[in-house]
């Protein structure tokens, strides 16, 4: 079986990274042969749906699928027949990273048909997101940040399946707090949140991991 990780954070060691090696760590306690596997989404250039329509042409050879010949290719030709994926993004300007936006493009409008008869056969899958911000629980549902997720869920939901998932807030941002301008966080409570509440997300991320594991197998 096979399970992807897809990272939409810039940083491949940081907060986003080390949830989703969680996540994938309680894949294994699942399914220990299984391949997973972690994909940066920031470490090979690609661009976003170009709305040439390929995927939407009448017998078109590329009906269903997305015709960008780039990097992000094989990798889409490959997770589209995964058991199961985990997206994991930090919240950038209240919304997922612009690298993640671009391959939510394109992983998911081939799929989606412009046809009231019509489907596009593909395979579906459980999904998983982890969001990661430095806003608190309650600054996020009052700014709507969850709202993001009830879109995606639509998005996804439509495509592949409901996505389960896991909101983590007030990340430690940077390794050293006195070197950056940021008296607007409290560094103290930052490194407190960093060394009891962080070990929890892990946790949690563990559990949506085996989730997703035992979501695949009922789908065999
Ligand atoms: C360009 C940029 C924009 C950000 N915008 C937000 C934001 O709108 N809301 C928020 O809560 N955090 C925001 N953050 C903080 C990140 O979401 C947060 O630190 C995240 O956990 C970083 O994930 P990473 O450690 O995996 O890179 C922003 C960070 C950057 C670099």
Redesign the pocket.
Known sequence: MKFFAI?G???PK?????LLDKALEGVLDVFPDAHVERINLYDFPFHGCKSCFACKRINGKHYGRCVQNDDLKPILDEIVQADGIIL?S??????VTGNMRCFLERFVFPFVAYSKTEVVEHKRMPLAYIY????SEE??YQ?G?HDLHDRFEMDLGGVFSKPEHLY?YE???FKNYSKYVSDAFDEKERKEIRKNQFPKDLESAFELGRKIAIRAKQHD
């Open positions: 990272n954070s810039p940083r940081c907060n986003t990274a080390q994991g930090p919240i950038y300007l209240s919304d990661t911000m430095n806003a600054i996020s700014i940040y983590v990340t430690y941002q």
